[in-house]
Nanobody, 126 residues
Framework: QVQLVESGGGLVQAGGSLTISCAAS????????MGWFRQAPGKEREFVAA????????YYRDSVKGRFTISRDNAKNTVALQMNSLKPEDTAVYYC???????????????????WGQGTQVTVSS
């Protein structure tokens, strides 16, 4: 079992920056691929960014490339999403997720993840 707890959400003005974090607990947490997904009101949950177990490969949805950076620290069992140049359309609840197994295709798919956090709200004002 892996437990995930997000933190760092909040209110930020458009153009600003915010870093959200995910703390993972569980003996095998560091061997899981980790992803960030988001869900805005009335919309489906969507992939934002992901990182493989070693941190050697990262993946982003097109709309956040160049603005968001995902990173992980396996010694601390944490994953972070640094978000720059935030836009009002980035407003959503952001969820951290962990996958026991992944490849470059499935790492972008929510149903392929085994564990989820409760989410943290990110609100970007215009």
């Amino acid at each position: 079992q892996v437990q995930l707890v997000e933190s760092g959400g909040g209110l930020v003005q458009a153009g600003g920056s915010l870093t959200i974090s995910c703390a993972a607990s569980g003996r095998t947490a560091s061997s899981h691929a980790m992803g960030w997904f988001r869900q805005a009101p009335g919309k489906e949950r969507e992939f934002v960014a992901a990182i493989n177990w070693s941190g050697g490969s990262t993946y982003y949805r097109d709309s956040v490339k160049g603005r968001f950076t995902i990173s992980r620290d396996n010694a601390k069992n944490t994953v972070a999403l640094q978000m720059n140049s935030l836009k009002p359309e980035d407003t959503a609840v952001y969820y951290c997720a962990a996958a026991r197994q992944s490849n470059p295709i499935t790492i972008r798919i929510a149903v392929k993840y085994d564990y989820w956090g409760q989410g943290t709200q990110v609100t970007v004002s215009s």
